[in-house]
């Protein structure tokens, strides 16, 4: 009888740590945390997203004022296409600047929106023309080791 309370006990315990792990791993992959009702959508246009995932969080002074919808490649012009979903009560200029950064340990991406002075604001299907691209570690590394290389010669 004991042996069985005792397997009983440590199915529980499994149990418990299996949902801890699937909590854990949706409150990563941002699949939680959605507190945003009504949005408006507008569109940036980047030459190299990095790890940008679509559901990333889209910050401003670290504030999160949206999710990443969609991304698209355009095959016309050559880039990236990222459409953005903006929570309505916030309101940005029609030059603001969307630049993608790294936050955290696990290198998780998302769009910092840093707002301009225009006195018109962003609308719903707007493009947001001034942007930066995701820092790539290997391209940095490779443009150190070729400059260099170019030095020596």
């Known amino acids: 009888m004991e042996r069985a309370k005792l397997d009983i006990w440590v199915g529980i315990f499994v149990i418990l740590g299996i949902a801890a792990m699937f909590g854990l791993a949706t409150k990563v992959g941002n699949l939680t945390s959605n507190s945003i009702k009504e949005t408006y959508q507008v569109f940036a246009n980047f030459e190299n997203i990095g790890g940008l995932k679509p559901r990333a969080a889209v910050k401003a002074a670290g504030v999160v004022v949206g999710r990443v919808d969609s991304i ?56 947001i023309t001034q942007t930066q691209d995701a820092v790539v ?14 030095e020596e010669d």
């Open 137 to 150: 570690l290997e391209k940095l590394i490779s443009q150190f080791l070729y400059n260099k290389a170019a």
């Open 72 to 127: 698209v490649f355009d095959t016309e012009a050559y880039h990236a296409v990222v459409k953005i979903k903006v929570d309505t009560r916030y309101i940005f200029p029609k030059d603001t600047f969307a630049n993608i950064y790294t936050a955290g340990l696990l290198g998780e991406q998302y769009i910092g929106l840093e707002a301009g002075g225009d006195l018109e604001n962003l609308e719903d299907g707007d493009l």
